[in-house]
């Protein structure tokens, strides 16, 4: 068993998330009777994850961290960590599954479709998926907490984590706050009207309701206002009160750099279906403008809350073909 530790918690005293998952993951070894290989990756994280994110971020984009994680250090840093120690492969905790035909490895749709990770694994290779197992892929999450309880493992009940990979569950405004400069600045309505402030572009991000500190303006009804636009020149963040309001709605989608798992893709226009963000239902779509650095992907249907940095990821049927980052929308 190897443990990676990605992240030093001396920005902030007292969180210990690392240290607990280090204690859990050695009571389960010592249980099963294995040794416990530790490694810190923590550089490798910041040069290769973290930078970008705070790049991205910076830019007035909404970035993905856990498939730059997945791609950099799980599945690069840790793979070949695991090769040195004389691995034949790794097996990870993903719920995904990898399926071999004509030679080439294909990445699946996890079969828990509530709990399916395809989605953040679209840029591994050929090589990185040859090596990856995903035990999980062929099971439902209540069967492996099940297994876990009846094996007597400590963490068997342990919440699932959330927030930024491997940084964990903070306040993510504090956070980002330590390492960007907050840019005040002006909430417009779309015909140009003051009607509140923000504390940074950053910290908004397209379709969102809650957090907007606007509300109860004498000419307006009472119903939400939504983030339905940015306008990064000005520093201004546009808010409208319709849930589905024509600025957050697009059937264009510009995207890049665009990465393909396999060799599926030799013809335009290509029929597929997509996700722009993480559990989104498979959205029908066709590429029909693709070179070698970005595509051009035209939805059935509308499209809400595009959100350039997101990851547009591309299916047929239960097998992922690759993807790219959104950069524009129309």
Known sequence: ALFMKNW?????????????????????????????????????????????????YGAGRTPNPDILCNKEIKFRAFLEHALE?????????????????????????????????????HQLNQKQLRYARFPLGEIEKGEVRAIAEAAGFCNANKKDSTGICFIGERDFRTFLSQYLPAQPGEIETPEGEVIGHHQGLMYHTLGQRKGLGIGGLADYSEEPWYAVAKDLERNVLIAGQEKNHPLLMSQQVQCEPIHWIGDETSSLPLQCTAQHRYRQADQACSITQMDTTGAVVNFKQPQRAVTPGQSMVFFQGEQCLGGAVIKSFA
């Not at 204690?23 to 099963?32: E, H, P, Y």
Request: net charge negative.
């Open 8 to 56: 030093e918690e001396d920005d902030e005293a007292g969180y210990c998330s690392a240290e607990e998952d280090l204690a859990d993951a050695q009571s389960v070894a010592d249980q099963l009777g294995i040794r416990l290989h530790s490694v810190n990756f923590s550089h490798e994280y910041w040069e290769r994850v973290f930078r970008h994110f705070l790049d991205e």
């Open 85 to 121: 120690l004389g691995a034949d492969t790794i097996a990870t905790g993903h719920y995904a599954r990898v399926r071999e035909v004509d030679e080439q490895f294909q990445l699946l749709k996890g079969l828990d479709r509530n709990k399916d990770q395809s989605y953040f694994l």
